[in-house]
């Protein structure tokens, strides 16, 4: 017995709870690593579709949902490079949104020195650059995709990932869970290498006692057990994470009945090896104790 084929409603809107679409639309910076997001969303399971012009969004989304079976999960990967891009992605996505879509806005970013880095090692021009320097042609692109990146249900700053980070990220992000459920990222960093520019909390371990200056713990790290019952064992280190989980576990359901798909905590210390990495440990399974999606990531474990 065949499936029967999906219809839109008699209003032209489709019931995307009904139909079990989900769709993802990628955008952001070139060289920030939306290639490596496209393979990694392959790996989930999605039909993505590369450097699809945006006016084309709402007829892809229309033929995926007709289409039914693995279209049903797509990924439309939007690139400046196409002649037919707009800067209008807000209204794309809000036309999604009105034909009974509800898309995800993935957008990747990098900071400008390691930008130039990437477009160098590889000596490629970027697509905007013309005749002036790489860094102009990513300060008109920066411009471009301003109102793109504000619209964003979540950020991934590449910055500081390798290709496998980036990989992982993404599949911790799209594979598996409920895609509506409120998914919690706990991001350990370091102050010293800057904030973390997709941190929707920042949290400041530096309270507690440095472990860097405990001769036998300071070449060990937070994931460690030496490490982390030290941290740990500090005045007001577990009142401080039983706090922060419970403030998170009680905004996450309002998180939720406003449509925000992703959070992330960032907890920091000085260089991002002993005190933060503890803490997140230690936060990240409290959180999933508490039946949150939560996972833990480490900005700048191993850069000292």
């Known amino acids: 017995m065949t499936e029967?084929?999906?219809?839109?409603?008699?209003?032209?809107?489709?019931?995307?709870?009904?139909?079990?679409?989900?769709?993802v639309v990628v955008t952001g910076l070139s060289g920030g690593g939306r290639s490596t997001v496209a393979r990694?969303?392959?790996?989930?399971?999605?039909?993505?579709?590369?450097?699809?012009?945006?006016?084309?969004?709402?007829?892809?989304?229309?033929?995926?949902?007709?289409?039914?079976?693995?279209?049903?999960?797509?990924?439309?990967?939007?690139?400046?490079?196409?002649?037919?891009?707009?800067?209008?992605?807000?209204?794309?996505?809000?036309?999604?949104?009105?034909?009974?879509?509800?898309p995800r806005v993935v957008f990747v970013d990098a900071d400008d020195e390691v930008l130039i880095r990437r477009?160098?090692?590889?000596?490629?021009?970027?697509?905007?650059?013309?005749?002036?320097?790489?860094?102009?042609?990513?300060?008109?692109?920066?411009?471009?995709?301003?109102?793109?990146?504000?619209?964003?249900?979540?950020?991934?700053d590449t910055s500081h990932l390798n290709v496998n980070q980036l990989r992982r990220r993404v599949e911790e992000l799209f594979g598996g869970e409920d895609a509506r459920k409120l998914r919690i990222t706990v991001l350990s960093f370091g102050f010293k290498y800057g904030l973390p520019p997709d941190a929707d909390y920042v949290l400041d371990a530096r309270f507690l006692p440095n472990p860097f200056w405990v001769p036998e713990l300071r070449d060990h790290t937070g994931l460690e057990e030496g490490v982390s019952s030290y941290v740990l064992g500090q005045?007001?280190?577990?009142?401080?994470?039983?706090?922060?989980?419970?403030?998170?576990?009680?905004?996450?359901?309002?998180?939720?009945?406003?449509?925000?798909r992703y959070l992330t905590v960032a907890i920091g210390c000085t260089g991002g090896k002993h005190r933060s990495v503890a803490i997140t440990e230690e936060l990240t399974s409290r959180l999933s104790a508490m039946r949150l999606s939560a996972h833990a990531s480490h900005r700048d474990l191993g850069r000292e």
């Open 40 to 102: 990694a969303l392959e790996n989930v399971g999605f039909y993505v579709v590369d450097n699809l012009p945006q006016a084309l969004m709402l007829e892809m989304a229309e033929l995926a949902f007709a289409a039914g079976g693995a279209a049903r999960r797509t990924a439309m990967v939007l690139d400046v490079r196409s002649r037919a891009f707009s800067t209008d992605l807000a209204g794309a996505v809000r036309a999604l949104k009105e034909r009974g879509f509800s």
């Open 119 to 156: 477009f160098e090692s590889v000596r490629r021009s970027h697509p905007l650059q013309g005749d002036g320097r790489l860094a102009d042609g990513i300060a008109a692109e920066r411009k471009l995709l301003a109102e793109a990146r504000e619209q964003a249900d979540v950020i991934i």
């Open 235 to 260: 005045e007001g280190a577990t009142d401080f994470v039983a706090t922060y989980a419970g403030l998170i576990a009680a905004t996450a359901p309002g998180f939720e009945r406003e449509g925000k």
């Open 4 to 23: 029967a084929m999906p219809e839109f409603g008699t209003d032209g809107v489709v019931d995307p709870d009904e139909a079990g679409t989900d769709l």
